[in-house]
């Protein structure tokens, strides 16, 4: 299958129960764009991204022709680049909606909506029993976690996530109906119902805590915000769907997407082009089997794109956030 079998360049590797694959998916949806996607297993192994050369681990991943974006920051900051407002694809992000956008997204993932829902999953639930689940989220999180230590932490997570839903809640109470203030929704909901959703709708939380009754605005919120992504989703392309050999063949035909390598010299780091450097998250799923490695060709105050080999010889690039991604200068022994 032919690199043309990917609407615009673009293959969106996912899993459906991932909350982040859901936000880039609506974004997709909301903003009218064709791509193509390959549903990736929801636990590692993932042979496609091995095939691609990539070590990260976390999901989903975007590769746009032979360049792979990962973190769904970088993801979405991308295609806000790469598709401008048009008829075709309208605008979900304005200059005045921009920075309520960026504080949805601190309040979500890294004041710690995320990571606290995370730990409010029902001690009973199915994947808490199943060892290969288990193994998965020990290399990933670390081997102090297991289903015993997540269920003494449950309460305290609790805690935490009304308080988030208190938050949530207080944006509405001057009768707003979208975080903005805007017509619609825009790119500031999106950074904060994809969480809520989750909670909500995959984590079934305890009903004497979380439900519409305690929290009318933020489930009207919700409420509203998928009806609106239905209703893109009918006007807007379907994805393609694509196998994964036919997805990495895809990937490794066709040409980068991207040509303008450049380092800021000026950067903190004082790193330059070409040097040998190691690329990982430093908020989980950054151990050392799923640190890349290559050659770094971009770096400047918002993205950090380093080349690497994929094991059949192509020349892949991989992007990713400064923001909770760290580069270091790596040595050759490192690489073996």
Known sequence: MSAQA????????????SPYGRRVRWYLALRGIAYAECIQPWILPRPDMEALGVHYRRSPVMAIGRDIYVDSRMILRKLEELFPPSAEHPALSTKETEGMAALMNKFVVDVGVFSKAVGIM????????????VKDRQSFIGKGWSPTAAANARPE???????CFDIAESLFADGRRWVASTSGPSLADLEGVWAFDWIISDLEPPPEYFSEAIYPKVYD????????????????PKPVALKGQDAVDATLTAGSSDQTPGVDLGDP????????????????????????QGRLWRLDKNEVAISVQAPSGEEVRIHAPRWHFRVKKASARSML
Do not use: C, M
């Open 269 to 292: 780091l004082g790193l330059e082009e070409g040097t040998l450097v190691e690329l990982y998250p430093t908020d989980g799923g950054g151990s050392a089997p799923f640190k890349d």
């Open 221 to 236: 919120w919700r409420k509203r915000f998928k009806e609106s992504v239905k209703a893109a989703r009918q006007q807007a």
């Open 6 to 17: 990917a609407p615009n360049g673009i293959i969106l590797f996912h899993y459906p129960q």
């Open 157 to 163: 997570n609790l805690a935490h996530v009304r308080q």
């Open 122 to 133: 029902r001690p009973d639930r199915a994947a808490l029993q199943d060892p290969a689940f």
